[in-house]
């Protein structure tokens, strides 16, 4: 049985830094595609980064160069390093796996999700 489970988010000024944690259990990394998604209030679910199983990453426009996808080597545990925050990174931040080969974002093709986690950038 396969679960995600996020952890990590908070409160955090603009320009600030946090760390998203996913530990993952039941499933390999070397399966498919894992991805953060992210969902504010009164918008619809959105691709943020993903890594795919040979370790190629890809990140939305809007958080590139800010945001960073990593693994754990040592552990099940996928990271979103997320730096120099802005309010409208606030959101709930979700957990996927069991994506398709080419990685699309498209939430449906995402097997597993993990209950999320929220960021809140605010000063």
């Known amino acids: 049985q396969v679960h995600l489970v996020e952890s990590g988010g908070g409160s955090v000024q603009p320009g600030g830094s946090l760390r998203l944690s996913c530990e993952v259990s039941g499933y390999l990394f070397s399966r498919g595609c894992m991805a953060w998604f992210r969902q504010a209030p009164g918008k619809e679910r959105e691709g943020v980064a993903s890594r795919t199983s040979k370790g190629f990453t890809r990140y939305a426009d809007s958080v590139k160069g800010r945001f960073t996808i990593f693994r754990d080597n040592w552990k099940s545990v996928l990271h979103l390093q997320i730096n120099n925050s802005k309010p409208e990174d606030t959101a709930t931040y979700y957990c996927?796996?069991?994506?398709?080969?080419?990685?699309?974002?498209?939430?449906?093709?995402?097997?597993?999700w993990g209950q999320g986690t929220q960021v809140t950038v605010s000063s």
């Open positions: 996927a796996a069991g994506g398709t080969s080419d990685c699309t974002w498209i939430t449906t093709d995402f097997t597993y």
